[in-house]
């Protein structure tokens, strides 16, 4: 149950739980493996749940008519996943949600997650701390996507998560900027 | 005290109060009004708190060294507005925030707010999903922002919110979408 204590210590970053909350919780989480380029959300499926990393990498995407490739988020281990947007109306969606790397994450359904904060109500505060979060993250993205030139998005990004430049290619990083694969090139051959 | 009212009823979308939790928390929020073109958050000013809007419109944004302006958020009536990222730290940011009409807002301080969901703990489960709706919300503008063209963006903000092209002028919709005034001319013109 290695994998029990990765999510309380994630969870205790934000509120304490004692032994009898966590274990309250726990059995609400599913354990998934995927393997690399599987899908864990499929564009036009019924999205239930979202998913928090408990090893490796996946990206949420959405692709147009010609193929380019859009992508709204990037998710490590300890971050969370879905495609938001249909999970909020638990319906069917326009982004696929992938693996870049095998990976295992814990899927909780918004019922099991509406039942956990029934059950241990400062879940309630972790959950919208973490919603919170990644508001602030996302008001900042869009200032950048609005005022930034390629340079300045490439270094942001690079300064916030070097991590992720080790792991994903750089068509990808293109693809999250919103620039060209040729302008990044041209860009991360400068540095 | 109409504006109690307005605030029970937008609470109420969310969560169910009590006549007595909604008078425990109704005294952390704390009245004001400012006229058309101040500001509620100066450039630079340490950040304490968010805004409801009970009457007016207002805009969150920031300007570059040339002036140019980028909107990052408007706010009209039953929407709450601040420097979000600044807000956060509870230090200070680079978004201003000002009236475009005559306002009244509720201010809540981040203090206040956790005060009142010690007091009312549903009130957590109000924050969070106002919080929750935020993030789903600047996903769907950060796609948008990568993929769609000014006029599909145009359409979408139009079809999403009518009421706000009533109220402000073309330069700061082009602002908000991060086109130019020239392109939304053009576009404004051909409906």
Not at 37 to 65: P, W
Not at 164 to 172: D, E, G, P
Not at 175 to 186: A, D, P
């Amino acid at each position: 149950m290695e994998y029990a204590s990765f999510l309380r210590k994630h969870i205790g970053e934000i509120v304490a739980l004692s032994d009898e909350e966590f274990n309250l919780i726990l059995p609400f989480f599913s354990y998934r493996t995927i393997n690399k380029k599987e899908y864990l959300i499929r564009e036009g499926q019924t999205v239930h749940s979202e998913f928090f990393v408990l090893k490796g990498l996946l990206k949420a995407f959405m692709s147009d008519e010609s193929g380019k490739e859009f992508i709204v988020q990037f998710a490590m281990e300890n971050w969370w996943i879905s495609d938001y947007p249909a999970y909020k109306i638990q319906g069917k969606g326009d982004l696929c949600v992938q693996a870049l790397e095998d990976c295992v994450v814990l899927e909780l359904s918004l019922e099991n997650k509406n039942r956990i904060c029934g059950l241990v109500p400062k879940m309630q505060q972790f959950h919208g701390t973490k919603a919170f979060n990644g508001f602030v993250a996302l008001q900042k993205r869009v200032l950048s996507l609005m005022r930034n030139s390629a340079s300045e998005k490439y270094e942001l990004l690079l300064e916030q998560y070097p991590a992720l430049f080790q792991r994903v290619s750089k068509t990808m990083i293109a693809h999250y900027l919103g620039v060209s694969r040729e302008t990044l090139s041209r860009l991360s051959h400068q540095r």
